[in-house]
């Protein structure tokens, strides 16, 4: 079964700093996609970043950027220069199955406070 | 541009009571849509999702159900409330990204307290 594994559940950084988010997955399909999404205090889920299984880049969107390892099954978000309203929770997640659906499993988050 | 609108924002209602939750969608036409359900400090689980209308496919056994009666409508139910139905639910739409992937888009959800 697929699984995404996020092992941090709360982190702290500084802002202005780098900060990276760590996210294991677990799937026996050879084409898959990852997910990045922010939740704020007011619940809205805000997507950030994708990455294909078969794209040869790490994807990057602005500060985000994913750091794919594919053969570690690792996908984890970089965030750079953080800013204090980057204090969210944030979810890993992989689209599972194939055909159609789209759906996605997610990862339980990590809870990122940026200090001032 | 697509929106997805959602409510009530908020819900307070007692055990045994029904509920209606509805979702609907903006600027686009077919999409897939997905019920999903987040309790306190946890990852959101799927409940539902639909590929179109009158498809509703159930992920987790439980006492709710979904429509979907028209292209753009999706409502989540249920006949009595039970108070671990408590939680954030969020309906989602999705477009195909690529060749192996959609990217879905959620609305601001739905705060259920039952009493």
């Known amino acids: 079964a697929q699984k995404i594994t996020q092992t941090q559940p709360g982190m702290f950084v500084q802002e202005k700093e780098a900060v990276t988010l760590d996210c294991t997955y677990d799937t026996s399909d050879q084409s898959y996609g990852l997910f990045w999404y922010k939740q704020p205090s007011s619940g809205e889920m805000i997507f950030l970043i994708y990455q294909g299984s078969y794209d040869e880049q790490n994807a990057t969107e602005g500060r985000y950027s994913l750091n794919f390892q594919k053969a570690r099954k690792s996908a984890n978000l970089v965030i750079s220069a953080s800013q204090l309203g980057d204090s969210a929770m944030y979810f890993c997640?992989?689209?599972?199955?194939?055909?159609?659906?789209?759906?996605?499993?997610f990862g339980q988050g990590t809870e990122l406070s940026v200090k001032p | 541009s697509q929106t997805i609108h959602q409510w009530p924002a908020t819900l307070v209602q007692p055990v045994g009571s029904p509920l209606s939750l509805e979702c609907t969608v903006e600027g686009t036409s077919n999409p897939n849509l997905y019920w999903y359900r987040q309790a306190a400090g946890r990852g959101l689980q799927l409940l539902f999702y639909?590929?179109?209308?009158?498809?509703i496919s159930s992920e987790v056994p439980q006492n709710l159900s979904a429509s979907r009666p028209q292209d753009r409508q999706f409502i989540l139910s249920s006949k009595k409330l039970l108070l671990s139905d408590s939680g954030f639910y969020l309906c989602?739409?999705?477009?195909?990204?690529?060749?192996?992937?959609?990217?879905?888009?959620f609305g601001p959800g739905t705060r259920l307290t039952v009493t």
């Open positions: 997640a992989m689209r599972e199955g194939r055909g159609q659906g789209g759906k996605l499993i």
């Open positions: 989602a739409w999705s477009v195909l990204r690529d060749r192996i992937s959609y990217e879905q888009y």
């Open positions: 639909s590929v179109g209308i009158g498809q």
